[in-house]
């Protein structure tokens, strides 16, 4: 039997979102590689692995990384394709986890690459969405189509928070609304909602990177820069930034970590129309009560909570 070594290298502070990544794809059985606090570490995240060889900390100085390993076969090329995209969307919180660069021991880069394009299939979301890879060509049927390209994303719909996002979305848009989003990433989230049907999105995301990928996604599914905005800069620390979006947003969306939606709570009314809704996901298990708490402070009600292999949503008013 064939096996993948896979490499992802991150910082100490890189290790936790990266292993709970993994975690949330079913891949639990990781080998850890941390110069500091190796100890410390593993006490706290135990859960994350099955077994760690104890003189990993020497074996790349200077360097944090996460080793696991993946059949070579269909089912090892296609969980490589969603960690390749898991992996995009924590480099779009902006946090110094390092370079997340994943590589692989005994195969050739171009061959995964160009591999696990033929796993990433459209996905079915809800009731209504049908989220497509440009290269596909599909009959949404009933379904309304969202097209992205999972080459640039940082979100493309397989991921547990982003399923939240859009099955609320889904569940919430009635038509004609105005959306923000926060942390828009690929800009998937907005660009669902106003292929559902809203008015007009902004979008806000402190990569710059993001302004291009997400304005080349919108550009997939027909939408323009008339109806979508997207802008670059942090909201939390920019009060200019929060005056040229403006308030009375129908529907806010924050799909990204709990300390940043902890960090974001008590704005989110200044967005909010009277009665308007904020879905906020990328709280993971553990962090959900103090994630509500902290809503709750600002004057959020919790509509409603839902969860997805162990990552929560929250849709507040």
């Given at each position: 039997?064939?096996?993948?070594?896979?490499?992802?290298?991150?910082?100490?502070?890189?290790?936790?979102?990266?292993?709970?990544?993994?975690?949330?794809?079913?891949?639990?059985?990781?080998?850890?590689?941390?110069e500091?606090?190796?100890?410390?570490?593993?006490?706290?995240?135990?859960?994350?692995?099955?077994y760690?060889?104890?003189d990993?900390?020497?074996?790349?100085?200077?360097?944090?990384?996460?080793?696991?390993?993946?059949?070579?076969?269909?089912?090892?090329?296609?969980k490589?394709?969603?960690?390749?995209?898991?992996?995009?969307?924590?480099?779009?919180?902006?946090?110094?986890?390092?370079?997340?660069?994943?590589?692989?021991?005994?195969?050739?880069?171009?061959?995964?690459?160009?591999?696990?394009k033929?796993?990433?299939?459209?996905?079915?979301?809800?009731?209504?969405?049908?989220?497509?890879?440009?290269?596909?060509?599909?009959?949404?049927?009933?379904?309304?189509?969202l097209?992205?390209?999972?080459?640039?994303?940082?979100?493309?719909?397989?991921?547990?928070?982003?399923?939240?996002?859009?099955?609320?979305?889904?569940?919430?848009?009635?038509?004609?609304?105005?959306?923000?989003?926060?942390?828009?990433?690929?800009?998937?989230?907005?660009?669902?909602?106003?292929?559902?049907?809203?008015?007009?999105?902004?979008?806000?995301?402190?990569?710059?990177?993001?302004l291009?990928?997400?304005?080349?996604?919108?550009?997939?599914?027909?939408?323009?820069?008339?109806?979508?905005?997207?802008?670059?800069?942090?909201?939390?620390?920019?009060?200019?930034?929060?005056?040229?979006?403006?308030?009375?947003?129908?529907?806010?969306?924050?799909?990204?970590?709990?300390?940043?939606?902890?960090?974001?709570?008590?704005?989110?009314?200044?967005?909010?129309?009277?009665?308007?809704?904020?879905?906020?996901?990328?709280?993971?298990?553990?962090?959900?009560?103090?994630?509500?708490?902290?809503?709750?402070?600002?004057?959020?009600?919790?509509?409603?909570?839902?969860?997805?292999?162990?990552?929560?949503?929250?849709?507040c008013?």
């Amino acid at each position: 039997m064939n096996w993948l070594e896979v490499h992802i290298d991150t910082t100490h502070a890189g290790l936790e979102p990266v292993t709970a990544m993994l975690s949330s794809l079913d891949v639990d059985g990781v080998v850890i590689d941390d110069e500091t606090e190796f100890r410390e570490f593993l006490e706290d995240n135990h859960q994350y692995w099955d077994y760690v060889d104890e003189d990993l900390s020497r074996r790349m100085e200077g360097l944090s990384r996460v080793t696991f390993y993946l059949q070579a076969d269909e089912a090892g090329f296609a969980k490589l394709g969603e960690v390749r995209v898991a992996l995009e969307a924590l480099r779009s919180r902006g946090q110094d986890w390092g370079s997340l660069i994943m590589s692989l021991d005994n195969l050739a880069d171009e061959d995964w690459e160009n591999n696990w394009k033929q796993y990433y299939k459209p996905i079915e979301i809800g009731e209504r969405l049908l989220v497509v890879p440009k290269w596909e060509t599909v009959d949404p049927g009933t379904r309304v189509p969202l097209y992205l390209d999972p080459g640039l994303t940082f979100g493309t719909g397989d991921h547990a928070t982003t399923r939240l996002c859009l099955a609320a979305l889904e569940r919430e848009i009635r038509g004609g609304e105005r959306v923000l989003d926060l942390g828009c990433g690929s800009g998937i989230l907005s660009i669902a909602a106003l292929k559902l049907g809203a008015a007009s999105a902004a979008a806000v995301d402190i990569d710059r990177m993001c302004l291009d990928v997400a304005y080349e996604n919108a550009a997939l599914n027909g939408i323009g820069k008339d109806v979508y905005d997207v802008r670059v800069g942090d909201v939390l620390t920019d009060g200019t930034l929060r005056a040229a979006l403006g308030g009375g947003y129908d529907i806010v969306l924050a799909n990204i970590v709990a300390d940043v939606i902890i960090g974001l709570a008590p704005l989110v009314r200044g967005f909010l129309r009277e009665g308007g809704l904020f879905l906020c996901s990328g709280i993971i298990e553990g962090r959900q009560a103090e994630t509500a708490e902290a809503l709750r402070a600002a004057g959020l009600t919790i509509r409603e909570t839902h969860e997805r292999k162990g990552w929560y949503a929250c849709v507040c008013r």
